[in-house]
């Protein structure tokens, strides 16, 4: 079992930057993937960046290249969402998930993939 925690959410203008966090705690976060997924109300939650378990492989919403940069340090057992150059459109509750992985370089797209999830952070991208 995994318990994780966003923090970092909240109003900023256009061109902004925020850099949200995900804290886990309980069996450690080293031996999962992550990702971070967002969703608007009346929409499917939505796939955003996600990490291997190594942390040396990423992927990205094609609209958040570029813009939002993902990692994680294992020694605090916190992974990181840095969002530059926010638009109106990435407005949303963004959720921190994760998974076990044994393959160490695989990422994770899907929601399905994952079994734990935060409880959310709103993020307002004002224009």
């Known amino acids: 079992q995994v318990q994780l925690v966003e923090s970092g959410g909240g109003l900023v203008q256009a061109g902004g930057s925020l850099r949200l966090s995900c804290a886990a705690s309980?069996?450690?976060?080293?031996?999962?993937?992550m990702g971070w997924f967002r969703q608007v109300p009346g929409k499917e939650r939505t796939f955003v960046a996600a990490?291997?378990?190594?942390?040396?492989?990423?992927s990205y919403l094609n609209s958040v290249k570029g813009r939002f940069t993902i990692s994680r340090d294992s020694a605090k057992n916190t992974v990181y969402l840095q969002m530059n150059s926010l638009k109106p459109e990435d407005t949303a509750v963004y959720y921190c998930a994760a998974r076990g992985d044994v393959y160490g370089s695989r990422w994770y797209s899907r929601p399905d993939d994952y079994n734990y999830w935060g409880q959310g952070t709103q993020v307002t991208v004002s224009s």
């Open positions: 990490i291997s378990r190594s942390g040396g492989d990423t």
């Open positions: 309980g069996r450690t976060s080293s031996t999962y993937a």
